[in-house]
C-alpha cells in the first residue's frame, strides 16, 4: 500500500513534526487542491448524502472542515438541511491511551456489528497533532480490513485548530453521516487529555479501553475520565496476560463500585476482550445494546441528546466569540501592547483584559 492510501486510511490521523498546525484540515486542502471541483448546490449536496454518496459526504465533509468563509456557509446550509433525517443512530465514544488497541479494537468491533447488518461510520478528534505536534501513531496502516468494508466509512480527524473547533466539526459531521443512514457511528480519540470530555458530549456511550498491569497513572487515565465510561475494557486479555487480565477486570469493577450512581441507572461494568483474537467483542456489543434499550426505557436516551445539544450550542458560541477576538488584526495589535504593559507593571491583567475586550466591542459595534 503507498504511503499516500496508508494516511488516507487512517481515521485517527496524526501529521508529522511541524511547528504550527494548520489552519485548514490537510486532508481537506489535499481534497480541494487535487480536485478543484466546482461547488455544488446545497440541493445537490443534501440529495446526495441523502442517498448515501459517499463520495458526495466526503465532500461535504471537507466543506465542514474547510476555513473558507464561502464553504463554511454552505455547510451550515447543508447541516441545518440534513438535521431532520439525523440523530437515529447510536453514538459510541472510544477512548485509550496510544498502544491499548483501540484500532484494532475498533475493527474487531466494526467487523462485528457491520456482519450483524450495522452500518458504521468512524469519525475522530486527536488533538494529539496539536498537543505534540508530532506523530505518536502517524506511521502505522490501521484499520485495514474495516477501511475496504463496504458497510464502514472511515474519515480522518480533522486536525486543524483548537480542540473545541476540532470536536464542533466531529459534532457537525455526526449530522451529515447519520443523514447519509449510518446507523452506528463510532468517535475514536486519544486518551490523553481533555478530548475525552468533548467526546463524551457527543456520544450516548463511552468506552474506555485499558491495559491490564499498567498502573492507572501510567495509563494516564485520569479518575475523571473512569467516571465518564459506561464500560471499561480491559484489551489484550489473551495469551500470557489473560490472568492479569481478568484480576484487573475484578479490581476496576469494584473501583466502579465506588463512583457516584449515574442518572442513567446504568451500573458501569468492566470486562476482558482481545481485539486481536476477536474474543469479548460479541459481548462488549450485546452490553452497549444492553444500554441502549435501558436508557430509551427510562428517557435517558433523550434527556442526554438534549443536554447535548444545549452543551454544543454553547459550545459554538464560546468557540464563535473567541476567534472573532482574537482573529481580528487590530486586537492583535492591542493584545501585544497591553501585555507589553503588564509586564512593565503598568497594568493589572484584569484591567488589561477589559480593555481589550472594550475596545474591541467598540470596533465591531462601529
Ligand atoms: P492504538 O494505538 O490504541 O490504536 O493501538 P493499535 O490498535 O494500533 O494496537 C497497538 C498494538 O497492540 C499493535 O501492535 C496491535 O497488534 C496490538 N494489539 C491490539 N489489540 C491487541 C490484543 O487484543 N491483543 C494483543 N496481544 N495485542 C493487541
Known sequence: ????????????????????PPIVNPYAMENLRKKRRKLLSVDEYCDG???????????AI???????????????????????????SIRIGITGVPGVGKSTFIEALGNEITRQNHTLAVLAIDPSSERSKGSILGDKTRMETLSVNDKA????????????????????????????????????TVGVGQSETAVHSMVDFFLLLMLAGAGDELQGIKRGIMEMADALVINKADGENINKAMM?????NSALQLFPPSPSGWKPRAMTASALQ??????????????ISKVNGNNYFDTKRKEQSKF??????????????????????????????????KISPFAAARQLLNEHNTRTNS
Request: with cysteine; charged share 25%.
Open 153 to 188: 466509512f472511515i474519515r480522518p480527524s480533522p486536525s486543524a485548530g483548537s480542540l473545541g473547533g476540532v470536536a464542533r466539526k466531529t459534532r457537525e459531521t455526526i449530522i451529515l453521516v447519520e443523514a447519509a443512514g449510518f446507523d452506528t457511528i463510532f468517535v475514536e
Open 312 to 345: 454544543w450550542m454553547h459550545e459554538t458560541i464560546n468557540e464563535s466569540l473567541r476567534n472573532a477576538f482574537y482573529q481580528n488584526q487590530d486586537t492583535a495589535n492591542n493584545i501585544k501592547v497591553l501585555e507589553q504593559k503588564l509586564l512593565d507593571n
Open 49 to 59: 448524502i441523502l442517498s448515501g454518496n459517499r463520495t458526495i459526504l466526503s465532500q
Open 248 to 252: 484487573a477486570k475484578t479490581q476496576y
Open 1 to 20: 500500500m503507498s504511503e499516500d492510501k496508508k494516511t488516507q486510511k487512517s481515521a485517527l490521523q496524526v501529521n508529522p513534526g511541524i511547528e504550527a
Open 278 to 291: 476477536t474474543t469479548g467483542i460479541k459481548e462488549l456489543w450485546e452490553t452497549i445494546s444492553e444500554y
Open 62 to 88: 471537507t466543506l465542514i472542515e474547510s476555513s473558507l468563509p464561502e464553504h463554511n456557509v454552505l455547510s451550515r446550509d447543508i447541516i441545518e438541511r440534513c438535521l431532520p433525517y439525523s440523530g437515529k
